[in-house]
T-cell receptor, first 113, second 110 residues
Framework: DARVTQTPRHKVTEMGQEVTMRCQPI?????VFWYRQTMMQGLELLAY????????DSGMPKDRFSAEMPDATLATLKIQPSEPRDSAVYFC???????????FGPGTRLLVL | RKEVEQDPGPFNVPEGATVAFNCTYS??????FFWYRQDCRKEPKLLMS???SGNEDGRFTAQLNRASQYISLLIRDSKLSDSATYLC???????????FGKGTSLLVTP
């Protein structure tokens, strides 16, 4: 049963610290998305990659967030420095080239104190 | 104004009831439409895609109204296990990303 995996599942950190979240998409999926979910804003797209190339990062605060895909099996989302307003659940999702369905990982619950 | 809007609810319905949710979208160039289900503290999971002709999967029926720019989800014979948040999602003609509504909360009670 292929799944998207994310690490860590939970992260508590202090304001100003660097946070790195990792995602392993489903093998063979070529499009990877990063979403952030909060009660106030709901599920928002931060960035996504297709064939490892960044296609859209317009939803991401550029001054502190960065997303990369160093290889086809790993996507990373980094926040430096973190702020309390970054507290949210960060989801990674992937989809195959010829399919519409996005499969979500379990998320990383981030709390910035 | 968000591109995709939903009534947040909560919708509290008794078991066996029929319940319907609507979702409106603002981009007339939207190409693909979906309903996702999200259980508490879990990830969203695809419930069903929404086709122009409408589609049905067991107790669930989804419909698309392009003229009025909304999609709907009908759940018949509600079960306790249907309690969840239902997110609608829309993909524009260009790009691969989805715009999600904030979700509609459903609670089915005994």
């Amino acid at each position: 049963d292929a799944r998207v995996t994310q690490t860590p599942r939970h992260k508590v950190t202090e304001m100003g610290q660097e946070v790195t979240m990792r995602c392993q998409p489903i093998l063979g999926h070529n499009t990877v998305f990063w979403y952030r979910q909060t009660m106030m804003q709901g599920l928002e797209l931060l960035a996504y990659f297709r064939n490892r190339a960044p296609l859209d990062d317009s939803g991401m605060p550029k001054d502190r967030f960065s997303a990369e895909m160093p290889d086809a099996t790993l996507a990373t989302l980094k926040i430096q420095p973190s702020e309390p307003r970054d507290s949210a659940v960060y989801f990674c999702a992937s989809r195959a080239a010829a399919q519409e369905t996005q499969y979500f990982g379990p998320g990383t619950r981030l709390l910035v104190l | 104004r968000k591109e995709v809007e939903q009534d947040p609810g909560p919708f509290n319905v008794p078991e066996g009831a029929t319940v319907a949710f609507n979702c409106t979208y603002s981009n007339s160039a939207s190409q693909s439409f979906f309903w996702y289900r999200q259980d508490c503290r879990k990830e969203p999971k695809l419930l069903m895609s929404v086709y122009s002709s409408g589609n049905e999967d067991g107790r669930f029926t989804a419909q698309l109204n392009r003229a009025s720019q909304y999609i709907s989800l009908l759940i018949r014979d509600s079960k306790l296990s249907d309690s969840a948040t239902y997110l609608c999602a829309v993909r524009a003609l260009s790009g691969y990303a989805l715009n999600f509504g904030k979700g509609t909360s459903l609670l089915v009670t005994p």
